[in-house]
């Protein structure tokens, strides 16, 4: 057979990483080469995606030019590299070719809302999906949480136990399909089903799970719903007894719950909604998004976030959460309900036992949610990871990144389900280092060439389970990543089980084990998310973390440099009488302050209700169990407690929360005239920030909230006049902030505007938190920066 050679063909092989697989990618290439006469093929692998494609040099090259920008939504193009090849020209099409394996340089793309087109035929009765709680397609559903390992194929997730039918094998095999290659595709003949259960698994008697399901709700009962990286307990928000009752099981006294709403014309009904956080609602994402409760919120909602002035609010995110909607609305045909204002608001917190990691499988939940949940709705598709819900505040203060809404910036207080496993750019290559974080909000950060992954929040690593959830996260980080590590970081505090967790992990691969200092790992948090190279100015502010004497610190100026940092100041010590039970009790850090300032004598009538207030008196004059610290958390415990707001906390930052919501519901406020001074101290000659004099003046305060608005005010003219004196001596004009303070709303709005006009640059924790959620991405940056000097 003649073969006729086009001399003006030539061919290239395209190597294409980022989020390219689980995204729709492959079909979006397969149409793109066949509408400009290209042939060849493209398949994923463990790199990413690979192509090679033939035609005239022009319009290969404007295919390669517009591949980024014509990518689909979920698709993220980090990098295109290309290879000229000798043409194929026997070759006449365009095809996909199945998956190889590889060494893997890919990610797979976080789980995402249902779309619009699933929508559309989740409500048309005419559809074969019509109410199908599992809809989805290759532009949303799930993809970490069912996902095992790389390549992104279906055998490869949870979804190789359910046999595509004949009609979805169809969809999945038709590049022209939106289900093209859609790894979750199922449908009611061949995909996972929903059953309800009692709590002790005994099938509850019900003809339509979720019909049930919402009876039971608006009977005021408590219930477990399972979805993409775990169980939510839910209940009618508008139930105050419902909530206690969840509450008390729960026991969560006091720590605010999210709230699901239908739509954003739903939410507009109960609190402040700018655009940016409508859009930020609206994302493919789905965050919890805190918002400003209207006036009239607490009058019918007491129970959800009492004595706050903010609310975590989301929108469904999965079909199972639209049809519970969908059922309270009685069946509307097709989706401009869903643009209607709808009565239904749900409470949707985690499932978990007080402490305790989220609840991930069918049998742990009947086994942990028992005495909690009046029932359970769930379904037989294996959770491979536990993925949390994600919750940001979006402030117009901070600049936006990639994927904010335009105009304004985010701050995540907890980085998870929508956001893992995305990479964060560094600015340059290095060794592979994973990184265990601390104690509190643990996280793990996995670093690889210039990525560096944030694990999801996986929580305080108070228990057993939780030390297992660590893990087994750990574990599937390394293994979803194909990535040895060649370093092992972690806090320096030895007693953490994190600290243990990276030894352990160490010995085995026989590989460098770095701790990092707590504040030091804040602020390198920072520099790694903004890439700052070189020394910065940094505020490290949170409730505790073990300094390089032996000490808790939490209120440091520093400056780092990389794998260095170097200790300016800190704020004066604060007495913990008990230890770290002042931690938990303002009233003992009040009487730790009254006691510093000579009027021990008025703790016995101000805090008279508490019994062991004569006990803690005695710990403080004979100085037995009050270790110092400088936090600047506990220096707002000692305020909260004296203003008489919050005696005992029942979750960690409770105090906080609280005086700052005063300080806003008060309004502007000046500084405390002598609030502060600074201090230079022999011999170390730290610069020390000393608020005594602010206390001092708080004790007689009768106004709760116009205290809070001094404390504030005074605090921040303390830190930026602090903070400005050191620029001045170090020459360095770039500043950055960190620690669990600065989730502080009014402290980091504060500082970064008056900072800025002390020409200023500001930095802050934004994509990953400011607390100890981002700990381990600054463990991190340093361990990297340790290992490229050679010093281990």
């Known amino acids: 057979?003649?073969?006729?050679?086009?001399?003006?063909?030539?061919?290239?092989?395209?190597?294409?990483?980022?989020?390219?697989?689980?995204?729709?990618?492959?079909?979006?290439?397969?149409?793109?080469?066949?509408?400009?006469?290209?042939?060849?093929?493209?398949?994923?692998?463990?790199?990413?995606?690979?192509?090679?494609?033939?035609?005239?040099?022009?319009?290969?090259?404007?295919?390669?030019?517009?591949?980024?920008?014509?990518?689909?939504?979920?698709?993220?193009?980090?990098?295109?590299?290309?290879?000229?090849?000798?043409?194929?020209?026997?070759?006449?099409?365009?095809?996909?070719?199945?998956?190889?394996?590889?060494?893997?340089?890919?990610?797979?793309?976080?789980?995402?809302?249902?779309?619009?087109?699933?929508?559309?035929?989740?409500?048309?009765?005419?559809?074969?999906?019509?109410?199908?709680?599992?809809?989805?397609?290759?532009?949303?559903?799930?993809?970490?949480?069912?996902?095992?390992?790389?390549?992104?194929?279906?055998?490869?997730?949870?979804?190789?136990?359910?046999?595509?039918?004949?009609?979805?094998?169809?969809?999945?095999?038709?590049?022209?399909?939106?289900?093209?290659?859609?790894?979750?595709?199922?449908?009611?003949?061949?995909?996972?089903?929903?059953?309800?259960?009692?709590?002790?698994?005994?099938?509850?008697?019900?003809?339509?799970?979720?019909?049930?399901?919402?009876?039971?709700?608006?009977?005021?009962?408590?219930?477990?719903?399972?979805?993409?990286?775990?169980?939510?307990?839910?209940?009618?928000?508008?139930?105050?007894?419902?909530?206690?009752?969840?509450?008390?099981?729960?026991?969560?006294?006091?720590?605010?719950?999210?709230?699901m709403f239908a739509n954003v014309a739903s939410v507009a009904h109960w609190a402040r909604v700018s655009a940016a956080e409508a859009a930020t609602l609206e994302s493919p994402e789905r965050p919890i998004v805190l918002l400003e409760k209207l006036p009239h919120f607490d009058d019918t909602l007491p129970g959800v976030a009492p004595g706050l002035d903010e609310v975590g609010v989301m929108l469904p995110y999965t079909p199972l959460h639209y049809l519970l909607f969908h059922e309270a609305a009685g069946h509307p045909t097709g989706t401009a309900w869903l643009d209607q204002v709808q009565p239904a608001i749900f409470v949707m917190t985690s499932a978990n036992p007080h402490g305790e990691p989220l609840v991930q499988g069918n049998d742990e939940a009947f086994e942990r949610l028992a005495e909690i949940a009046d029932v359970l709705l769930m379904h037989n598709r294996d959770i491979v990871v536990r993925c949390d819900d994600s919750v940001l505040r979006v402030r117009a203060d901070l600049p936006s990144g990639p994927g904010d809404a335009a105009g304004a910036g985010v701050q995540f207080q907890r980085r998870a389900r929508g956001f893992t496993p995305l990479s964060m750019p560094l600015p340059a290559d290095g060794p592979a280092v994973l990184a265990f974080g601390a104690h509190f909000k643990a996280t793990l950060c996995l670093t690889r060439e210039k990525e560096a992954f944030l694990s999801q929040h996986i929580g305080g690593l108070d228990n057993p389970a939780a030390c297992t959830a660590l893990d087994e996260a750990a574990e599937h980080l390394q293994s979803i990543l194909s990535m040895r590590p060649a370093a092992v970081a972690h806090d320096a505090h030895p007693d953490y089980y994190s600290t243990r967790a990276a030894f352990a992990l160490a010995e085995k691969l026989d590989v460098p084990l770095i701790a990092v200092q707590h504040h030091h790992a804040h602020i390198a948090a920072v520099c790694a998310e903004h890439c700052l190279d070189g020394p910065v100015l940094g505020l490290a502010a949170d409730g505790v973390g073990l300094g390089t004497d032996g000490m808790p610190w939490g209120g440091e100026l520093m400056v780092v440099d990389g794998a260095e940092f170097r200790r300016l100041g800190h704020l004066s010590p604060l007495p913990l009488p008990g230890g770290d039970r002042a931690a938990r009790e303002p009233w003992r850090m009040a009487c730790g302050v009254l006691h510093a300032l000579g009027r021990g004598d008025e703790a016995i009538e101000r805090f008279a209700a508490q019994p062991n207030v004569e006990q803690v008196l005695g710990m403080l004059v004979r100085g037995t169990r009050c270790p110092p610290t400088t936090s600047l958390g506990r220096w707002f415990d000692a305020a909260t407690g004296l203003l008489g707001v919050c005696d005992t906390m029942t979750f960690e930052g409770q105090a906080g929360m609280v005086l700052e919501t005063l300080a806003r519901r008060f309004g502007e406020s000046l500084a405390l005239p002598g609030g502060f001074h600074i201090d230079k101290r022999p011999p170390d000659g730290l610069s020390v920030l000393n608020l005594y004099p602010l206390l001092n003046q708080l004790i007689d305060e009768n106004d709760a909230a116009r205290g809070a608005a001094h404390f504030h005010a005074t605090l921040i003219d303390g830190l930026v006049q602090w903070i400005g004196d050191a620029a001045h001596a170090t020459g360095l004009r770039r500043v950055a902030l960190s620690g669990g303070c600065m989730h502080n709303r009014l402290l980091a709005t504060g500082l970064r505007k008056r900072l800025a006009a002390r020409g200023l640059a500001v930095f802050e924790a934004q994509h990953v938190p400011p607390g100890d959620g981002g700990l381990a991405l600054g463990q991190a940056w340093v361990a990297r920066a340790l290992l490229a000097r050679g010093v281990l």
Not at 66 to 94: G, N, T
Not at 220 to 248: P, S, T
Request: net charge positive.
């Open 1 to 259: 057979m003649l073969m006729i050679v086009d001399p003006t063909r030539v061919a290239r092989r395209l190597r294409v990483r980022g989020v390219v697989q689980g995204v729709g990618f492959r079909p979006f290439i397969y149409r793109f080469a066949n509408s400009l006469g290209l042939v060849g093929w493209v398949r994923n692998d463990g790199g990413g995606v690979e192509i090679e494609i033939q035609g005239s040099e022009p319009i290969l090259d404007a295919f390669t030019q517009c591949l980024a920008s014509e990518a689909p939504p979920l698709a993220r193009v980090d990098s295109i590299e290309p290879e000229v090849i000798p043409p194929d020209h026997s070759r006449k099409d365009f095809t996909i070719l199945p998956s190889v394996e590889g060494i893997v340089a890919t990610a797979i793309g976080p789980d995402v809302g249902v779309c619009p087109s699933c929508l559309s035929e989740l409500f048309d009765p005419q559809d074969r999906r019509w109410r199908y709680p599992f809809i989805n397609c290759t532009h949303c559903g799930p993809r970490y949480t069912i996902t095992r390992s790389l390549p992104y194929d279906r055998a490869r997730t949870s979804m190789a136990a359910f046999t595509q039918c004949p009609s979805c094998d169809a969809e999945y095999r038709h590049p022209g399909d939106r289900r093209f290659h859609a790894e979750p595709n199922a449908c009611p003949e061949c995909g996972p089903q929903l059953s309800l259960h009692e709590p002790h698994g005994v099938p509850a008697l019900a003809r339509d799970a979720v019909a049930e399901t919402l009876r039971r709700l608006q009977l005021g009962e408590v219930v477990a719903i399972k979805g993409l990286g775990g169980f939510h307990l839910a209940c009618d928000a508008a139930n105050g007894d419902a909530v206690l009752r969840l509450r008390v099981r729960k026991r969560r006294p006091h720590k605010p719950l999210a709230l």
